[in-house]
């Protein structure tokens, strides 16, 4: 879920959340401020009644399970269609349903979508990416089944370009996941903030601080959230859910006053901490959860619990929570 300014369209301030079963993108002309609130364009279908993947077959126009999306500064809108193993780039963030890609990154066309492009891990291919994000005229990719994150230092404008870094490999046709200060276990999403780099390893339990943000091939993070040390990645240290521990995080947002937000899948909750991190802080704060040491799934689900949360967005004095097995969005006030 994204909120972003559109350059092209009169800088609206819109919204976009990704709906990852029905295969498809939410994008909101403004803000919802209450239940009624419905989308105003769909991306990844015709309209707004169609689900499914690849519903009409794998096209510019078709997403598969996608997982992240990212709005660049410039307006490009760039999505993470994780099961066709591509990155998606719309020149701008439609405006009508269902319009097609300009431009594709980790295949050869826009109707190949094998794994790798059907061989081995190379700059040009993507496994199952999980998040994008785009900062500095650059494209942040986490490949996730290639265990790495793939960095473009230009947005692509045509198919099938070679990432220019890698990040958790030495090089870019290896693919072994690793528990190690330079290595990753499926990441997931990451942002910025002070020039650093906040990287959620979700098969690692952990978050990962680069500082600064990496400018060459395989840097080492400096700072662990979640885990004791670089060499630890068990489900919540190897025990029970607390304060300093995770178990499979997925979104990491940061908001206007220097707060970190993890939504910590698993242990359904999101825990919150005070920038700046050092190794072995812990969260002041949780939503989901009456305390640090519950995880709870509440069947019904209430008003303040969550089932397995993926995503996450601070806007203004609200966070913006995508509540996946709920099956829902939620808008709640800051819980600190």
Not at 206 to 223: H, K, Q
Request: hydrophobic share 40%; aromatic share 6%; proline share 6%.
């Amino acid at each position: 879920m994204v909120a972003f300014v559109d350059p092209n369209d009169g800088n609206k301030l819109k919204m976009l959340m990704i709906e990852w079963l029905n295969a498809r993108i939410h994008i909101f002309n403004s803000l919802p401020i209450d239940n009624t609130a419905v989308a105003d364009v769909i991306v990844g279908q015709p309209d707004f009644t169609t689900g499914g993947a690849n519903s009409f077959g794998v096209s510019a126009a078709s997403l598969h399970f996608l997982n992240g999306a990212a709005v660049c500064p410039t307006g490009e809108l760039i999505v993470a269609d994780r099961l066709n193993h591509r990155v998606l780039i719309f020149n701008q963030v439609p405006q009508e349903n269902g319009a097609s890609a300009d431009v594709v990154i980790g295949q050869t066309d826009f109707i190949s979508n094998l794994a790798n492009q059907g061989g081995g891990a190379a700059s040009n291919t993507i496994n199952s990416p999980q998040g994008v994000s785009c900062r500095d005229g650059k494209i942040y990719v986490s490949d996730s089944d290639n265990h790495r994150i793939l960095i473009f230092n230009t947005i692509p404008i045509i198919n099938n370009v070679s990432a220019d870094i890698v990040i958790g490999q030495a090089n870019f046709i290896n693919t072994a996941a690793a528990c190690s200060s330079s290595g990753v276990n499926r990441p997931h999403q990451l942002t910025f903030h002070d020039n650093k780099m906040y990287l959620s390893d979700q098969s690692n339990h952990r978050v990962l601080i680069y500082d600064p943000i990496p400018v060459t091939n395989n840097p080492a993070a400096s700072a662990v959230i979640g885990q004791v040390d670089f060499t630890s990645c068990l489900t919540n240290q190897g025990g029970t859910v607390s304060a300093n521990s995770l178990n499979t995080p997925q979104s990491v947002s940061i908001s206007s006053d220097n707060i970190l937000g993890i939504t910590d899948r698993f242990s359904h909750r999101i825990v919150f901490y005070t920038l700046p991190i050092t190794t072995g802080d812990v969260a002041f704060s949780v939503l989901g959860q009456a305390d640090m040491t519950s995880s709870l799934n509440p069947s019904p689900p209430t008003a303040t619990s969550l089932n397995q949360p993926i995503g996450l967005l601070f806007q203004g004095n609200r966070i913006w929570v995508s509540d996946q097995q709920n099956h829902r969005w939620l808008a709640t006030p800051l819980p600190y």
